[in-house]
């Protein structure tokens, strides 16, 4: 535990990065899954294609969209934001599914009193299929979350540093600790972006709980 | 950039020889499946006994959430510093490298086979036992066919998994396409890394795509909706 200890600093720092390099995609993944989930679930016709065209970019493994994307986008290979770009591509792929899913869970009946109430389609989208998709939009989210956490970590080996360099470190150097520092820090950071997006659904779900409350 | 790349896949000299594109991609294949192989074995028949009992339902809803979260490039370098010194040659990474594969491929399968079992519709399998079927009919001839493209999701993220993984794995020693990668980043030859990097994509894409073939073809039509009574 002495290494720990000497270099709580790093590990902090590297931890900053790293809820930065995966946290900063969810968000933008989920504001790209957001409209193309809508598209999938507005024309039938293109759910199978959004589906399938999310799906196929999901299959790339991380170290070579890592090593490709700053050769299609121009950027230095040590750029942070290959690996933003990077992580993104793979949360909107897993998201795109669940948000249709999500509005697609939404009760027929609501839609329908929504629109009988004079609900045009925009507000109708925003103040009414939203919000009762986000227990299931929540659940894709959390998804994506903790296989970020997880992924982001290899970008150690194209030189970004995150709570991965400790796993390169210590493989280098022959020397355990780095690496079960590292492992547990990922893992506690995963249960921290968990804990958060599950902070986050409670309060956008108050009526979830409503029933509970009056019993 | 993109022409230096195709220069380097069509040298007809980057296909032969030992660290050759073709032998590459045999070990790559080889690791993989040995690795889904042995996962399956164990998930398929634990995953199907619980979602038909019921029995250790928690144990698996834990235990793949918290795999998820684990790194497996850290946990790749655990193995082999704590697991290779305990062999000599060759084996020394490999059998390290080749356990954290099927430790990553457990997870995925054993959560779609559970899963599917889980979610067959009640009625099915009343109606099964309703017919005279004891518990182990029900389960081959109801449960697992209905199961199946449940199943088959969890093997193909299995799979999905252990090729991106068997990549990094490059990185502690073993064979396969990653070796392109791992040796091109180390003398920044870029033309050979992003090459290797569009292999393992293709290889990537080419495998899921036949996985969602045999899906298709084993699938029942009674399922997916593609019968038709005419």
Not at chain 1, 27 to 48: C, D, E, F, T, V
């Amino acid at each position: 535990m002495t290494w720990f200890w000497g270099h709580l600093g790093d590990v902090l720092d590297l931890a900053v990065q790293h809820i930065y390099l995966a946290g900063v995609p969810l968000i933008l993944g989920l504001l790209i899954a957001l409209p193309l989930g809508w598209l999938a679930r507005r024309y039938r016709g293109l759910y199978p294609l959004l589906i399938m065209g999310t799906g196929l970019l999901y299959t790339i493994p991380s170290l070579a969209l890592f090593i490709l994307l700053p050769l299609l986008l121009g950027t230095h290979v040590l750029d942070p934001t290959n690996v933003v770009i990077a992580m993104t591509i793979y949360t909107v792929a897993l998201l795109v599914r669940t948000v249709a899913d999500g509005l697609g869970s939404v009760p027929d009946d609501v839609n329908q009193s929504a629109t009988a109430m004079g609900y045009k389609r925009g507000r109708r989208f925003i103040s009414i299929e939203l919000p009762l998709a986000v227990p299931v939009i929540s659940a894709g989210l959390r998804v994506a979350a903790v296989s970020n956490v997880s992924i982001v970590s290899v970008a150690a080996l194209i030189g970004v540093a995150q709570l991965g360099s400790l796993f390169t470190d210590g493989f280098n150097r022959n020397f355990l600790e780095p690496i079960i520092v590292g492992v547990i820090a990922c893992v506690l950071l995963a249960l921290l972006f968990d804990v958060a997006i599950l902070g986050v659904t409670r309060l956008a779900t108050p009526w979830q709980r409503a029933g509970k409350a009056a019993s | 950039m993109i022409n230096r790349i195709l220069a380097w896949l069509t040298d007809g000299a980057h296909w032969q020889g030992d660290d050759g594109i073709l032998r590459r991609l045999a070990e790559h294949l080889g690791y993989s499946l040995t690795a889904l192989l042995i996962a399956a074995l164990i998930a398929i028949p634990l995953g199907l006994y619980i979602g038909h009992t019921g029995r250790g339902r928690f144990l698996v809803v834990n235990l793949v959430g918290a795999a998820r979260a684990i790194p497996s490039l850290g946990l790749l370098f655990l193995a082999v510093l704590w697991l290779g010194p305990k062999f000599s040659g060759d084996i020394a990474f490999l059998a390290p490298a080749g356990l954290v594969l099927v430790v990553l491929a457990i997870p995925p399968i054993l959560s779609g086979a559970y899963a599917g079992v889980e979610g067959v519709e009640p009625d099915a399998r009343d109606a099964a036992k309703g017919m005279g079927m004891r518990g182990p009919q029900v389960l081959r001839h109801v449960e697992i066919p209905c199961a199946l493209p449940l199943i088959m999701s969890g093997i193909r993220s299995a799979t999905l998994q252990v090729i991106a993984t068997a990549t990094i794995a490059a990185v502690v020693g073993l064979g396969g396409l990653g070796r392109f990668l791992i040796d091109g980043l180390a003398v920044r030859d870029t033309p050979q890394t992003a090459s290797g990097a569009v292999l393992v994509a293709v290889l990537a894409l080419i495998v899921d795509l036949l996985l969602a073939l045999v899906q298709r073809s084993i699938v029942s039509r009674g399922l997916t909706g593609r019968y038709r009574t005419v």
